[in-house]
């Protein structure tokens, strides 16, 4: 019998279960609400009751699943399979959610954050499929992370390695939401790049991102890149420090484990080419004198599926 | 017949050889001369002669040596055991010094960058031996750097990763003999902290560091942490300095691979507690408040002796 696999995307406001064959091909996938107070407890019994419809709507019931994987945000205890503590779920705290699902699933079950998991899932099947060492970014309303190296996800001592949006860029800069000052979060993050601009606007910059916020009440991260690509100023210095900010780190993390590639995700990417251009760019200027550096630098293929996937990936290899 | 194995420290005014039992206790060493325009030919016989010789004048002759390490400054293509370059031996030039060194000795030869050997002299004997991930940074006329990641060094895709001297912490910053703009080893090397504090008094800072350029023509690393120690502001503030910028790469280390310990070996750590204070006080302030952090950070206890003994603990890895 072929080997099937679950692979489980624990979302703020939504879950969703995949199920893949053994070469990581969707075969379906369904989602479930998620909400800021859902009980552990509930929230396995949902998964199991969506996974297991999920396997019959296939008619892949019964012995056919092999091991499911599981990516979410929060703290994790890895090797105990704990999640300590979620943002979004409040009541997730010190919760042995490996064992809870083995429970439910009568399988193994891999646990991670959803940053590994994406990027473990563009490793197995994007834009990473054809190297060993990597480096992720997903670039959405904070920056995660993932690092890949000699074909293995890099967890570190406590198990929150690859926390690559708290790289400190501009020491004493701006504040982020972890404490520290001058993360690379807190400059080219969607959110960030937005809020540079508002902040640009609301004190007296010459702007076409006026009209905008004075409309909406708010400019996105889309509005910047969109009036950037018209032409205006503004907005094209905004874009550009995101765009330096994100060299910046793919410098020092060349200069960390070098990877072959490194690899953008998130919403932030759906700017294209003008975004990836000025990255290179700056790469480029920034970048060492002593030896010319192959680094690929792009963005990823998976699109929002890359966390199921990777939670996939993750089962599949713990289930052989 | 018990292992012995050889490590050898390819440095550029001299040529370090040690010869170690399995257990890696140091029998006996020895050292030749290194000059500029050595031939690869002349080195490689001279180091093979100068082993012969302390194999010999230890009992140890013949075939009880089972593997050779060696590290050098450099650049390197290790999978296929070359020498790329060396700013110190100007003709090692696309040198298959590996080849060279197993046809010498007749043994499997280990070769790696001395960055590399004194951290993973460090991990297997020294401030690192009770870890499994640490980074370890080296503080002398540049900053090298070596990580280890569950027991194994990080080479990265090219043989290039772990250059942590080029970090860049402060952006469109000092200007860095590799050309880049910023790196930690402008701010936060021996010769650096030295030229920083000399610029600031040749820019007429009050200083009593003053006397002592005017007096000798230069400041040295050591003359700035003797005066920060008797209370001058300047070389406490550059000296400051120098521990901010060690904690900025401390967290960005610890965001990226989430070392057990950060380790500081080289010259500059004769400057002693007041130094290793300063960084951890430094790290304290500026690392996130979302979790506390238990990275150990620490000075190297091998001395100079780390990179003969991380050549001889990889050269007994080959071995086994």
Chains 1, 2 share one sequence.
Request: proline content about 2%.
């Amino acid at each position: 019998m072929s080997k099937i696999f679950l692979g489980i995307d624990l979302g703020a406001t939504n879950i969703k279960v995949g199920c893949f064959d053994s070469q990581l091909t969707l075969i379906g996938k369904t989602s479930i609400p998620a909400y800021a107070d859902m009980e552990p407890k509930v929230a396995v019994e949902q998964i199991g009751a969506a996974g297991e419809k999920l396997l019959a709507d296939n008619n892949l019931s019964g012995p056919a699943l092999t091991a499911v994987g599981i990516g979410s945000t929060g703290q994790f205890n890895l090797s105990e399979g704990f999640m300590l503590s979620n943002p979004n779920l409040k009541l997730f705290q010190n919760v042995p959610l490996r064992k809870m699902l083995c429970d439910r699933f009568g399988t193994p079950v891999v646990l991670d954050n959803d940053g590994n998991t994406a990027c473990y899932g563009e490793f197995t099947l994007g834009a990473g499929k054809d190297v060993d060492n990597m480096v992720f970014f997903t670039l959405g309303t904070g920056i995660g992370g993932g690092i890949v190296l000699d074909g293995r996800l890099v967890h570190g001592a406590k198990d929150n390695a690859a926390e690559l949006g708290h790289i400190i860029i501009y020491p004493d800069g701006r504040r982020c939401g972890c404490g520290q000052k001058g993360c690379v979060e807190a400059y080219a993050s969607a959110s960030s790049t937005a809020k540079r601009a508002a902040e640009a606007v609301e004190s007296g910059a010459q702007s076409s991102l006026k009209k905008v916020l004075d409309g909406n009440g708010r400019i996105s991260c889309k509005d910047v890149f969109d009036h950037a690509k018209a032409g205006d100023t503004l907005a094209k210095e905004i874009t550009d420090g995101t765009a330096k900010a994100l060299a910046l780190v793919c410098i020092n993390m060349l200069h960390t484990t070098e990877p072959q590639r490194i690899i953008f995700a998130g919403g932030m990417i759906a700017a294209g080419q003008m975004l990836l251009n000025r990255i290179k760019q700056f790469f480029e200027e920034q970048i060492w004198t002593l030896k010319k550096e192959t680094v690929e630098i792009c963005f990823a293929t998976l699109g929002e599926d890359a966390g199921l996937i990777g939670a996939a990936a993750l089962a599949r290899q713990a289930g052989n």
